[in-house]
């Protein structure tokens, strides 16, 4: 799977290099990935861009240009938003029905009840959150990631909906942690409810 640079971030641009994957973490970064060099509270993900570049990102998302990096700089104001919206565009597909839970206690209990109750209507479903991505249905039983982050990175989020979608899962009831929502990693999926 690629896409070029230009239709995942919605510009035009001069240099316009095809991109073979989405993510924010140096150390997965294979050649031709687009690089999210994203602030954070205890590291800034722009001391991370040389070595994303040298592992063979083509393209880097920032919020400060960086001219020595040889590749294609996007700046843009919110790279958290830019990075989760460029990660929906190369993956693409989702549920069509999306809900996400969130509050301080009970996100996981209603996620996995959602996946339960599409269930029970007949549906192909899945929950992601605490307990990982479990995905259920006629046809269906099988847990597509171990335990770990209530939200997951923008990327990984939409890489497995993808995955989801082709599994044939049309529900997904999904935890939104505040810390996730506020980092933005939800950014890129099409919610029809919150709650």
């Given at each position: 799977?690629?896409?070029?640079?230009?239709?995942?971030?919605?510009?035009?641009?001069?240099?316009?290099?095809?991109?073979?994957?989405?993510?924010?973490?140096?150390?997965?970064?294979?050649?031709?990935?687009?690089?999210?060099?994203?602030?954070?509270?205890?590291?800034?993900?722009?001391?991370?861009?040389?070595?994303a570049v040298?592992?063979?990102?083509?393209a880097v998302?920032?919020?400060?240009?960086?001219?020595?990096?040889?590749?294609?700089?996007?700046?843009?104001?919110?790279?958290?938003?830019?990075?989760?919206?460029?990660?929906?565009?190369?993956?693409?597909?989702?549920?069509?029905?999306?809900?996400?839970?969130?509050?301080?206690?009970?996100?996981?209990?209603?996620?996995?009840?959602?996946?339960?109750?599409?269930?029970?209507?007949?549906?192909?479903?899945?929950?992601?959150?605490?307990?990982?991505?479990?995905?259920?249905?006629?046809?269906?039983?099988?847990?597509?990631?171990?335990?770990?982050?209530?939200?997951?990175?923008?990327?990984?989020?939409?890489?497995?909906?993808?995955?989801?979608?082709?599994?044939?899962?049309?529900?997904?009831?999904?935890?939104?942690?505040?810390?996730?929502?506020?980092?933005?990693?939800?950014?890129?999926?099409?919610?029809?409810?919150?709650?």
């Amino acid at each position: 799977m690629t896409a070029l640079l230009s239709s995942l971030v919605q510009r035009s641009l001069e240099v316009d290099p095809l991109i073979a994957g989405v993510t924010a973490d140096s150390r997965k970064v294979k050649p031709g990935f687009l690089f999210a060099a994203l602030p954070g509270s205890m590291v800034d993900g722009r001391e991370f861009a040389a070595k994303a570049v040298a592992a063979g990102a083509v393209a880097v998302i920032s919020a400060e240009d960086m001219p020595d990096l040889g590749v294609p700089v996007l700046v843009t104001k919110d790279p958290r938003r830019a990075y989760a919206l460029a990660a929906k565009a190369f993956w693409g597909a989702q549920p069509p029905v999306v809900v996400a839970v969130t509050g301080t206690n009970g996100k996981t209990s209603v996620a996995a009840f959602c996946r339960q109750i599409f269930n029970h209507a007949g549906k192909k479903a899945a929950s992601m959150g605490t307990l990982g991505v479990r995905a259920t249905g006629p046809g269906l039983d099988e847990q597509i990631t171990p335990p770990g982050l209530t939200t997951p990175d923008a990327a990984d989020v939409a890489e497995l909906m993808s995955i989801l979608a082709a599994k044939g899962v049309t529900h997904l009831a999904l935890e939104a942690s505040s810390h996730g929502v506020d980092q933005r990693r939800l950014d890129g999926v099409d919610l029809i409810a919150a709650g």
